[in-house]
């Protein structure tokens, strides 16, 4: 059951990532540049990227065997990693001692950075939306006057 979730799992971060190099792509290739499809384009790649690092982090040092031959019989702290059993999810620590760390060192940084620019992205989708829509709406005002407007003259 929890390899199909995975796999389910899997798919769905694979079809982010596509699915948003699709949009992103098709708005470079048209050159629309405050188009809200080129952000939402971006979120879901950076989003999709952001949860993979955080993945790769969390499963960090989880090989198959046991905390003590991943880090070492000579290196591993039962008590220091009792201790911080109830750490925060983030920043991710896989912890073997005081001192040494299985999650690699890009990770925290990496979803981070892919987090804010997540959240970026989907703020410019919402103001490109918005900016998109106010340009139909008074647009579709414009071209009501001058039928008003031409239908008076006629009569």
């Known amino acids: 059951m ?3 979730l995975a796999w389910i799992f899997a798919c769905a971060l694979l079809y982010g990532l596509v699915k948003g190099g699709v949009l992103v792509f098709r708005a470079v290739r048209a050159r629309a540049w ?4 080129l952000w939402a384009g971006g979120a879901l790649m950076a989003g999709a990227a952001t949860t993979g ?7 960090a040092g989880l090989g198959g065997m ?3 031959e991943t880090c070492g019989e000579d290196q591993y702290d039962s008590a220091f990693v009792a201790a911080h059993q109830n750490d925060p999810l983030f920043p991710l620590h896989n912890w073997c001692n ?3 760390d299985l999650v690699p060192s890009w990770v925290n940084p990496t979803v981070t950075g892919l987090a804010v620019l997540t959240a970026v992205c989907l703020a410019m989708t919402a103001v490109t939306g918005v900016a998109r829509i106010s340009r139909t709406l008074s647009a579709r005002r414009v071209q009501a006057a001058q039928e008003t407007q031409q ?3 006629k009569a």
């Open 2 to 4: 929890i390899v199909v």
């Open 34 to 37: 405050r188009a809200p499809g």
């Open 53 to 59: 690092a955080y993945l790769a982090g969390a499963f």
């Open 66 to 68: 046991d905390m003590g």
């Open 98 to 100: 005081a001192e040494h």
């Open 151 to 153: 239908r008076e003259q």
